[in-house]
């Protein structure tokens, strides 16, 4: 291992993912294994900028493995974006005596710290924490498994009441501008139809579908829209479909923050505790503006310049599935 790093900083940033505490438990406990020191910087960029760094030991991340959200607390920063925002942060990094860092977010984290790192050079790592799972380079992103989870266990509960009243369930999702979480969870919890940003379906071809089904006295049907659709979302299609059938009751579930709460599933937090320790092992080794992804069960490492301004793309596979169970 290298020895020129002795301080690593550790933060969670952007939007907050079941799994994130088991990735900061892992880093933190996988450096002070190597006998390096490992800072916590609250609030992201902000909290970097602000100076709210405090050290963190074996114990200060005792008992997190199971909760949602982030002990170390995430906000977005617009003084991030800025030079001397950035400037504000290097100089409080170094009065710290931090030489390394470890960022667990999304996109808009990894953006920050390629320019971060490009400016200062100082030896970054990233860990793809978003329920989104539109990060490419990786398979799985922490949160997505929990954030489906959550969404199928809805789904089946929402199909319950959609059967007793015959009624017709426009749920939407979340994901932002990938279909992921909509598509998983839309096979699991056998929706008629899945409206996804990556598919190019057309409102009519939705409203066939559905005709059909009315032909043949389907009395419920369960719809799953991605928040990011092309063809608006839960409320608009409700609104677009109630206006031209007298055959459903229709109701809309908007999930929305529901998704980014609750006990992380075993799947987030091993594939959490797995990039926790890849990043501080990663970093130790040398690699520096590079993201920690799992590729077929392997951990692998991606330059910054291959995940930002990418995106993950949709498992065709999947969605030809989708459509085939969709009759």
Known sequence: METNISKIGVFTSGGDAPGMNAAIRAVVRTSIYYKKEVFGITQGYEGMIAGDIVKLGTRSVGNILQRGGTILKTAR???????????KAYDNLKKSGIDSLVAIGGDGTFTGLTVFYEEFGVPSICIPGTIDNDIAGT???IGFDTASNTAVDAIDKIRDTAISHNRLFFIEVMGRNSGYIALNSGIAGGAVAIIIPEDNITIEELFAKLDEGGKTNKKSSLIVVAEGSKLGGAMDLAKKFSERNNYFDIKVTILGHLQRGGTPTYFDRVLASKMGVAAVEGLLNGKQGTMVGIRDNKIVYNPFATIVNHVHDIDNE???????LSI
């Open 77 to 87: 920063s617009l003084e991030f974006k800025t030079k001397e925002g950035r400037k």
């Open 139 to 141: 398979d799985y992103t």
């Open 318 to 324: 999947m969605l030809r599935i989708a459509k085939i």
